[in-house]
């Protein structure tokens, strides 16, 4: 792609590509408000009620997803016919002129993304990663049951789970994919390889099954194994030092008294791979616009949207 030599930081990827407030996945599970807890109540209600045909509240659901996923609050600078593009499909899936778009598709998207950009290996997406984005957010945000699946679960179990439909709709699909991007910039629990992953998800088992009891607790270790994981100096430290280190670092926070200085169990990123990600982002931050308008196009290619 051509890089102009002095290229403006506020071109219209940065409108596409700007940083959410870091662990927006991790504020939940921290018992924080998510950025735009508002707009997303918002969403909520939309979604809730949209009528098939209701292209005002369509276009009112496109801007506020824009702006929940950008710190900018300006949506009008992402261009008019990318904007027109995602009202279109989803008026079209709305009307039930396609069947939706699967989690596969965001992977497409993310992963052609790292590649135009150089990125290191572990920000390739994993469809793990954007089904637990979507578990947490995709039923109250954007009501997306799956009405046959729950069914069958509801038959065979007294007290089914909710179960969330695999495909989504247009604008769900833009949220997710934005949503994945920014925590591959900041989260380091999205800056895993799969096998990373893996051994996170597997050490945190033993570690709930041998005391671990609250939600809060669950999100501050699960985040300090993955600072653990992705640091080679932190892997001196065994899980169960690290939970015990967790443990006196939230009782010294509760008592108000000095806190010890410890990055990796603080919300601060502070990793190797946390400013590998800030210059990958640096370089999509430069684009030019017409570069940048074929990479937004080519996204929503890839994620299935109508020409």
């Given amino acids: 792609m051509n ?8 071109l219209v990827l940065l409108s596409f590509l700007v940083s959410l407030s870091f662990l927006t996945v991790n504020a939940v ?22 009528r098939v045909g209701d292209e005002a509240a369509i276009r009112k659901l496109t801007e506020l997803v824009l702006l929940v996923v950008r710190s900018d609050p300006a949506p009008q600078d992402i261009p008019v016919k ?16 396609n069947e939706g778009i699967p989690e596969d598709n965001i992977v497409r998207v993310v992963n052609y993304i790292a590649k135009e950009f150089d990125a290191p290996v572990y920000a390739q997406a994993q469809l793990q990663e954007v089904s637990e984005l979507r578990a947490g957010e995709a039923y109250p945000m954007f009501h997306s049951l799956a009405p046959e699946l729950a069914r069958t679960e509801a038959e065979q179990h007294p007290r089914p789970h909710i179960l969330i439909n695999p495909k989504m709709s247009a604008i769900e699909a833009v949220y997710f994919t934005l949503s994945l991007i920014f925590e ?16 996170v998800k597997t050490v945190l088992g033993t570690l709930e099954a041998s005391g671990i009891t609250s ?14 994981e992705i640091d080679p100096d932190k892997l001196h430290l065994t899980p169960e030092e690290l939970a015990a280190e967790l443990k006196q670092y939230i009782a010294e926070q509760r008592s108000n008294s000095r806190v010890s200085e410890k990055p990796y169990l603080s919300l601060e990123p502070s990793s190797g791979r946390y400013r590998e990600m800030q210059a990958v982002f640096k370089r999509a931050f430069i684009m030019n616009p ?18």
């Fill in 184 to 199: 591959k910039k900041s989260n380091a629990c999205y800056q895993l390889t799969s096998e990373e992953r893996s051994e």
């Fill in 290 to 307: 017409e570069d940048a308008l074929q990479l937004m196009n080519k996204c929503l290619d890839l994620l299935g949207f109508e020409k």
């Fill in 29 to 50: 599970a921290l018992g924080q408000s998510q950025p735009g807890t508002k707009e997303r109540k918002r969403i909520s209600e939309i979604t809730r009620t949209l």
């Fill in 82 to 97: 990318i904007r027109e593009r995602i009202v279109r499909a989803e008026i079209n899936y709305q009307n039930g002129q």
């Fill in 3 to 10: 890089k102009p030599k002095n290229a403006i930081p506020r």
């Fill in 215 to 228: 939600q809060k607790e669950r999100g501050r270790m699960l985040l300090a194994l993955c600072n653990r």
